[in-house]
């Protein structure tokens, strides 16, 4: 066949730019839009944000002239006091000496100072103060207060202090540097010590001997190879009594009957009661089996929530975190400049379609944020009212289908969206979840069971805890049928352990 040209109509879905910026803002967090618009903040001279801060220069400029002014009418107010009292006016030489007024005088001046003249010396004081630095000083404190100490800082210092050889002083400061952040060693002395050099003949036995030294340091137990030497190490620094020896037993060779709450074999092993090994684990119990923990730091992770919910005359209702919100608008000096030339400056036109596309995108996101909140809450009120037991079995359809969105809208409008309400602040995606069949034909939210369980958990008897199947008998007598399993993956879906482990003595 010879090629040739055909002419075909056909429809197809095509994203324009302001479409796919839509979707993108939808889907972000709070902190990455405000990272999105800082970007386009630099990018467009056409966005800027609405903050109030036109006249702002000005403004401080006029209110630090009026702080210079006032301060010196003070200062020549207090030296025409000084010339006064001299008793010679204007031309009288200043003497520098310090003269004491009697308590009396002193008192009947403070009671005949109006509350303005107090105000103007403490104020006059606070000036002073800041230029003396104080600020620097308060700046640099808060700095130091920030800075966080690390495992290996804190003992460096402690190091600095014992009076040691370069050579065990070196050999001390390298095994704290083999140190992981929980305070252990995890590598063998053996390959330590092929990382130092043949030639300085340091043997096991100097790294053994160091390897003391560190383990005698603050926090206790730093150093250990093990979780069993960690803890005795603990041990042997608490104060003597029977319960320190039981509990020195427990770990030396019966941890896993301990972790196993295997009690019966482990009164018959060691040869004591009830009250004896009671008192042993509660000591084990507060032993810490991380020391170096305490120093490593976390940054925190702030959450700014986009939805506030109230109860407003016996009803639930979502409102929008202003916090939260962007202020943007259109460059007013940009826009005038753009509107006086006309068809002479095409690339900022384009940049300010893009401005309107942004304000507009972004005030479609927290509307639709809202629209989906508010549907949530109306859905979800009773788990307001009673908690997480009264929660509703909820998905992503009956939201989309309610509002006349998209699933794949609702779900990237829960994702990373937060709602603060009195009972704390959750994620959108949290009022989501499965469900199971009860016996009247209705259904139950999975964070309902999971409540549920918990309370159970919470108010069984240690003696006696209750099973798996035990939990799901109890729950089939409320109604809510659900299999073993299903109770097994909720119980390690809230970090509970089996019934094995929760059983006390």
């Not at 140190?179 to 130092?196: K, M, Q, R, S, V």
């Amino acid at each position: 066949m010879k090629p040739s040209l055909q002419l075909k109509i056909s429809q197809h879905l095509a994203l324009t730019p302001q479409l796919q910026q839509s979707i993108r803002l939808l889907q972000l967090s709070t902190l990455e839009l405000n990272t999105e618009i800082e970007r386009i903040l630099l990018e467009n001279p056409m966005l800027e944000r609405e903050d109030g801060e036109e006249g702002g220069a000005e403004a401080v400029a006029s209110v630090e002239q009026a702080e210079a002014t006032r301060h010196e009418e003070r200062e020549e107010r207090d030296f025409a006091e000084i010339r006064e009292s001299s008793g010679n006016g204007e031309d009288a030489d200043f003497e520098p000496a310090v003269s004491v007024d009697p308590p009396e005088t002193i008192d009947a001046a403070y009671e005949a100072a109006s509350d303005d003249d107090l105000g103007e010396a403490a104020e006059w004081r606070s000036e002073a103060g800041s230029r003396n630095g104080g600020d620097d000083d308060e700046s640099d404190f808060q700095e130091f207060q920030a800075a966080a100490t690390s495992l290996r800082d804190h003992l460096d210092a402690q190091v600095a202090l014992m009076a040691l050889s370069d050579r065990d002083r070196a050999l001390v400061r390298f095994l704290i540097e083999a140190l992981d952040d929980d305070g252990f060693l995890d590598t063998p002395l053996e390959e330590l010590l092929e990382l130092i050099p043949p030639e300085l003949e340091v043997e096991v036995d100097d790294l053994q001997i160091a390897l003391r030294y560190v383990q005698h340091f603050d926090p206790v137990g730093v150093g250990a190879r093990s979780l069993q030497e960690c803890l005795t190490l603990q041990l042997r620094n608490c104060p003597e009594c029977s319960a320190r020896s039981l509990a020195l037993q427990i770990v030396d060779g019966q941890l896993e009957l301990l972790a196993a709450r295997d009690f019966v074999k482990l009164k018959r092993r060691l040869g004591c009661n009830d009250d004896g090994l009671r008192a042993a684990q509660d000591m084990i119990s507060r032993l810490n089996p991380r020391p170096g923990a305490q120093f490593t730091h976390v940054e925190p992770r702030y959450i700014v929530p986009d939805v506030i919910v109230r109860k407003t005359r016996g009803r639930w209702g979502a409102s929008l975190n202003p916090e939260a919100m962007p202020k943007l608008r259109i460059h007013r000096v940009y826009a005038d400049i753009l509107q006086q030339n006309r068809g002479s400056a095409s690339a900022l036109s384009g940049q300010l379609q893009e401005a309107r596309w942004l304000i507009k995108n972004v005030q479609q996101r927290f509307d639709t944020i809202l629209r989906v909140s508010q549907a949530i809450v109306e859905r979800q009120h009773q788990f307001f009212d009673h908690g997480e037991v009264a929660m509703r079995p909820l998905t992503l359809r009956e939201i989309a289908d309610e509002l006349e969105l998209h699933e794949s809208t609702v779900s990237r409008v829960t994702t990373q969206k937060y709602m603060a309400s009195p009972r704390g602040v959750f994620e959108l995606k949290y009022f989501f979840g499965s469900h199971v069949s009860t016996d009247t034909g209705g259904a139950c939210s999975a964070t309902a069971i999971r409540a549920l369980i918990r309370q159970m958990v919470a108010g069984e008897d240690g003696r006696k805890p209750l099973s798996d199947a035990t939990i799901a008998e109890m729950l089939g007598q409320q109604g809510i049928v659900v299999a073993r399993r299903t109770i097994a993956k909720y119980r390690e879906s809230l970090n509970i352990p089996p019934v094995s482990q929760r059983k006390s003595i």
